[in-house]
């Protein structure tokens, strides 16, 4: 861990309240891709042997061509973004392309895949229950849909703690914006600065907190980066950094 602060006063935190990001933070997201995309490659991708399943995954999360980005500035809808890697992943890996009804199917058994296998990770409740027991507002912002991200929720039994807050719907464009992490902690009720930022990515997630003026917090879990990061990279964000969900707690001043 780095970057731990002192807390403000000898019995107060440094933040009344943390945001989370939930893919890849408080969700399992990586796991649920290869799940689902396990179930792909056995269908569509025949070429694509078991062993190889960990290479689908990676370049289905790097998306290199950054579609996923492009839905977050308001670009293109989900549908499209997500038809644009599905075929792109054909290409790399052997499959057919996908028109619109093929892709529809693709889809269904892609997303029927990825919810099923929606869990939370295993530091994630006791760490949001010791933040509430220590009275911080706790919510969730996001890069995704509101309702898409509150199915997760409600699937991991999360929601009742975590409310989603802000998606990229809710002002038509997401991270690293710095308006949609000032509208997290306005729905949130606490002052950006005394507001933490919690997520897995480093750019769109601590360094965009940060930079919006709250606390920006990197989720930094073993061998889970969609990409290389470099430590000068890394050194030159001087954001604060966790390895798990349970070292967030200390790093608050809890």
């Known amino acids: 861990m780095t970057g731990a602060p002192a807390a403000d006063g000898a019995d107060r935190p440094l933040v009344d309240g943390v945001l989370f990001d ?22 569509y991708l025949p070429d694509v042997t078991p062993d190889r399943d960990d290479e689908v995954v990676a370049v289905w999360r790097a998306d290199v061509n950054g579609h996923y980005q492009r839905y977050t500035r308001g670009e293109v809808d989900f549908d499209a973004q997500r038809m644009t890697r599905a075929n792109e992943l054909h290409a790399r890996f052997g499959g057919h392309a996908l028109d619109d009804d093929a892709f529809a199917a693709w889809d269904a058994v892609f997303q029927d895949g990825f919810t099923a296998a929606w869990a939370a990770h295993d530091d994630a409740s006791t760490v949001v229950d010791t933040l509430l027991s220590a009275g911080l507002a706790v919510g969730a912002l ?16 999360l929601i009742g703690r975590v409310p989603m807050l802000v998606g990229v719907d809710t002002l038509g464009f997401g991270k690293p914006d710095p308006r949609v992490f000032a509208e997290a902690c306005r729905l949130l009720g606490t002052d950006p600065a005394r507001t933490a930022y919690v997520g897995d990515e480093l750019d769109v997630d601590a360094a965009a907190a940060r930079d919006a003026g709250l606390v920006g917090v990197w989720l930094d879990r073993p061998g889970t980066r969609r990409h290389p990061i470099s430590d000068a990279t890394i050194a030159a964000t001087d954001v604060r950094t966790i390895s798990t969900l349970t070292e967030l707690p200390a790093l608050l001043g809890l």
């Not at 996001?142 to 991991?156: D, F, G, H, I, P």
């Open 22 to 43: 939930i893919d890849d933070t408080l969700v399992d997201t990586r796991g649920a891709f290869a799940a689902a995309l396990a179930v792909i490659a056995r269908r």
């Open 142 to 157: 996001s890069n995704a849909s509101v309702a898409y991200q509150t199915a997760k929720l409600e699937r991991t039994g």
